[in-house]
């Protein structure tokens, strides 16, 4: 089965600086991967995903996410992060299991930029 | 939050009372999706429906229950039989279920146990 890590419960950083937020994941075929962000007592907010293709992903509000098949990584980046950068980032990874088709999540990362 | 509106935004819930948590979408989405969410655990999946009058069963189902009546909505029950009831609940859709397109999600129910 499908299953992705986050490794860090959370991430500091300043503002200004680059902030890397990191996924790895597990998969037995080809993955497709997202990156979500949530603000607090929010839904989630779709930032990127990766189907194919080109390695860099860029996404909504500068943020960008680097696919690494031989690390099995996904890692979520920012070259300057903002204070209203700081929230919940979850990952996932979308499983085909019996015709259906679902996200995996893991279990998030609370980025906090300090000012 | 995309066209999905979830209520109540807040529900307490009394010992062996059912509850159900209303979602509703206009985004003529086939497929929808909900998650709980307790903290330092991410999002685990309860239920999902491909189409109208169908749907299957996520990891955590036990405890809850669903139907899907109408296109635009899929209502959650949580029973009695759910006995650590208190997350934070997120419901979602898609246009297409077999496929690898974004969850739009609504902005979430918090249920509490009184």
């Known amino acids: 089965a499908q299953s992705v890590a986050q490794p860090e419960d959370q991430v500091n950083v300043a503002e200004g600086n680059p902030l890397t937020v990191k996924c790895t994941y597990s998969?037995?075929?080809?993955?497709?991967l997202f990156w979500y962000v949530q603000y607090p007592n929010r839904g989630l907010q779709f930032l990127l995903k990766?189907?194919?293709?080109?390695?860099l992903v860029k996404g909504s509000y500068g943020f960008e996410a680097e696919f690494n098949k031989s690390q099995t990584s996904f890692h979520l980046k920012k070259p300057s992060a903002l204070v209203s950068d700081s929230a919940l980032y979850f990952c996932?990874?979308?499983?085909?299991?019996?015709?259906?088709?679902?996200?995996?999540f893991g279990a998030g990362t609370r980025l906090a930029v300090h000012p | 939050d995309g066209g999905i509106t979830q209520s109540p935004k807040y529900l307490f819930r009394k010992e062996g009372q059912n509850v159900t948590l209303s979602c509703e979408q206009n985004?003529?989405?086939?497929?929808m999706y909900w998650y709980r969410q307790d903290p330092g655990q991410g999002l685990r999946l309860i239920y999902y429906?491909?189409?109208?009058?169908?749907?299957q069963k996520g990891d955590i189902a036990e405890g809850y229950s669903v139907s899907r009546e109408k296109k635009e909505s899929f209502p959650l029950t949580v029973t009695s039989a759910q006995k650590n009831p208190t997350a934070f609940y997120l419901c979602?859709?898609?246009?297409?279920?077999?496929?690898?397109?974004?969850?739009?999600f609504g902005s979430g129910t918090q249920l509490s146990v009184l």
């Open positions: 998969v037995s075929g080809n993955p497709y």
């Open positions: 429906s491909q189409i109208v009058n169908d749907f």
């Open positions: 996932a990874v979308g499983e085909f299991s019996g015709g259906y088709n679902k996200l995996i």
């Open positions: 979602a859709s898609k246009p297409r279920p077999a496929t690898n397109e974004k969850l739009f």
């Open positions: 985004l003529n989405h086939d497929a």
């Open positions: 990766y189907i194919t293709g080109d390695n």
